[in-house]
């Protein structure tokens, strides 16, 4: 074999692995824009935040008793989930009568992020009426935020348990 075919076969060769590598770069900016479509239902934990059934804090910097519920949205102005579902969260306010949406952006409310324990964007808190947290999560669509409602607003999860309010 002469030398100007083992050159040949070897730009081949490179031409084929950029080829690739760039179909890898392509396809893996897909699978984000997928999981950002095709997301899981409810809100998620991510590790942070505060805890269910306590205090929120900041009772005194919000008036939580204007309505049964009020939805602590925190968004970032570099996050382009938060961007395109603050929108829809304001027509989802309007249409929720029991729910009061405050919408805290990082980049002027730091102490409220500071305060709730919250480090990701967008995350949504839901304060009753009591001040108390009762549910918490990251939520990337308006499908995870209108399953964290339905799940607040239920009768079920408002009503005292039975067990804690008797005394022996």
């Known amino acids: 074999m002469s030398g100007g075919v083992w050159i040949a076969s070897y730009v081949l ?3 084929a692995v950029g080829v690739l590598g760039f179909a890898v770069v392509v396809l893996l900016r897909q ?5 950002t479509r095709v997301s899981p239902m409810g809100v998620h934990f991510a590790g942070e935040g505060p805890d269910r059934d306590t205090p929120a804090p900041d009772a005194a910097a919000y008036d939580y008793t204007t309505s049964p519920f009020t939805l602590i949205a925190f968004t970032s102005p570099t996050c382009e989930i938060c961007a395109t579902l603050e929108p829809a969260l304001v027509r989802m306010a309007q249409s929720y009568r029991e729910v ?3 919408v805290v952006s990082s980049e002027t409310h730091q102490p409220t992020f500071s305060a709730f324990k919250v480090r990701s964007t967008p995350y949504l808190v839901a304060v009753d009426q009591a001040a108390m947290v009762r549910s918490r999560g990251v939520a990337n669509t308006v499908d995870q935020v209108e399953e964290m409602l339905a799940e607040v607003l239920s009768p079920d999860q408002n009503e005292p348990d039975q067990a804690k309010t008797e005394t022996p």
């Open 13 to 15: 060769l490179w031409i």
């Open 31 to 35: 699978i984000g824009v997928l999981h």
């Open 100 to 102: 009061e949406l405050r």
